[in-house]
């Protein structure tokens, strides 16, 4: 489902060039778990935007699903993004002035989606993440990780193939994380692919597979 091979990836900070992935070549089949783990500044944050279609590559090819995804245009990525790919990042990414239902609905806007089977759908997707009652609550009225929950429902409610995740436990206290990392195994074993950032050796432990990123490079890939 993902295949990278020979990836680089640079940034230009005025006249000094950071070389952050260097040739990374990675396979990673459908309906895996993988998490990817490094200090801060191995990587692997930019290798999880390369994977989400975020962020483009210098060097090296990256197909997804046998698209080429270095020759795609923008429009292409965008419904590659909205179609193909959920994201759930570590700050929730909600918006403060709308309830948890409308927050689930927003991917359906693009999809244009008719209002009642979109509050049908949302609905339906926080009833799958337990938080039916809280569907009126607007992100201020909720824990940190009930707002993981309805960003979770927000990522999934255009049934993506594959769920992207950065740092999802970061911002929670540690029975919270757990209670998101379940979550994510209960996903994985309906068949979603999820590809996760983290620091943490507890949270990488749900996960089957786990890439260790030095330098911009793969140190370790070890699988369990």
Known sequence: MIDLCGVSKSYRLGEVV????????????????????????????????????LDTVDEGSYRLDDIAIESASEDELAALRNRRL??????????????????????????????????????????????????????????????QRVAI??????????????????????????????LFSQLHQQGKTIVMVTHENEIAAYAQRVIYLRDGVVEKDERR
Request: hydrophobic share 45%; proline share 5%; net charge positive.
């Open 153 to 182: 429902a927000r990522a999934l409610i255009n049934a993506p193939d594959i769920i992207i995740a950065d740092e999802p436990t970061g911002s929670l206290d540690s029975a919270s994380g757990h209670d998101i990392m379940r």
């Open 18 to 53: 950071l070389a952050v992935l260097k040739g990374i070549s990675l396979h990673i089949d459908a309906g895996e778990f993988v998490a990817i783990m490094g200090s801060s500044g191995s990587g692997k944050s930019t290798l999880l935007n390369v994977i989400g279609c």
């Open 86 to 147: 959920g994201f759930v990042f570590q700050s929730f990414n909600l918006i403060p002035r709308i309830n948890a239902l409308r927050n689930v609905e927003l991917p359906m806007i693009y999809h244009r989606v008719a209002p009642a089977e979109r509050q049908r759908r949302a609905y339906a997707a926080l009833k799958n993440v337990g938080l039916e009652d809280r569907a009126t609550h607007s992100p201020a009225k909720l824990s940190g990780g009930q707002q």
